[in-house]
């Protein structure tokens, strides 16, 4: 079964640009879709299809994929940005990754 | 707007079963293919199942094959969850969640959960 590969945790300082990587064999060849979860939250999609925000996701969330690895880059990282991010694909199922918790010093 | 309702979690004992629903409003349910997402305490998020628009096709996660059963009524605009054989891993909140494929387009790239219910919590224990 496929599998997607994240780091358990990524710090930023406020005001600076995080990055998220999101590692899977070939996955530059699926579309990655990506979600953000606060406590005690449901999540919330910000990408889909590696790079598209949907209606009301700031500018400041983009996304990328090629060879083996997706990323989610947020720009200006606000305190409002911590939260965990999974990123996921379809692959005749469904796949997430294991989840990144962002922190914002 | 979009709400999606789940109902039906609770405490059960090992070996036991429950059946979810999710109510769902704001977009034309027929239309839609949906999901069953859970997560652990503490853990991420883990696909239960997929169900196609109209119900042809159903998909499920290895780890719930054969224990659990999507169906869909849409009459009703409601999504369901059986669960049956109930393990202590099961334990977890589960989302259901509209998925982006259609009636008129579906393809793996349409497949990802851009509504999501609040949840309900089934606990698995004795």
């Known amino acids: 079964s496929y599998e997607l590969t994240q780091p358990l945790s990524v710090s930023v300082a406020l005001g600076q640009t995080a990055r998220i990587t999101c590692g899977g064999n070939?996955?530059?060849?699926?579309?990655v879709h990506w979600y953000q979860q606060k406590p005690g939250q449901a999540p919330v999609l910000v990408i889909y299809?590696?790079?598209n925000r949907p209606s009301g996701i700031p500018e400041r969330f983009s996304g990328s994929n090629s060879g083996n690895t997706a990323t989610l880059t947020i720009s200006r990282a606000q305190a409002g940005d911590e939260a965990d991010y999974y990123c996921q694909v379809w692959d005749s199922s469904g796949v997430f990754g294991g989840g990144t918790k962002l922190t914002v010093l | 707007q979009v709400q999606l309702v789940e109902s039906g979690g609770g405490v059960v004992q090992p070996g036991g079963s429950l059946r979810l629903s999710c109510a769902a409003s704001g977009f034309t349910f027929s239309s839609y293919g949906m999901h069953w997402v859970r997560q652990a305490p503490g853990k991420g998020l883990e696909w239960v199942a997929f169900?196609?628009?109209?119900?042809?096709?159903?998909y499920y996660a290895d780890s719930v094959k054969g224990r659990f059963t999507i169906s869909r009524d849409n009459s009703k605009n409601t999504l369901y969850l059986q669960m049956n054989s109930l393990r202590a891993e099961d334990t977890a909140v589960y989302y259901c969640a509209k998925s982006d494929c259609s009636s008129t387009s579906c393809y793996a790239g349409k497949n990802y959960f851009d509504y999501w219910g609040q949840g309900t919590l089934v606990t698995v224990s004795s």
């Open positions: 169900i196609r628009y109209d119900g042809s096709n159903k």
């Open positions: 070939n996955i530059g060849s699926k579309n």
């Open positions: 299809r590696d790079s």
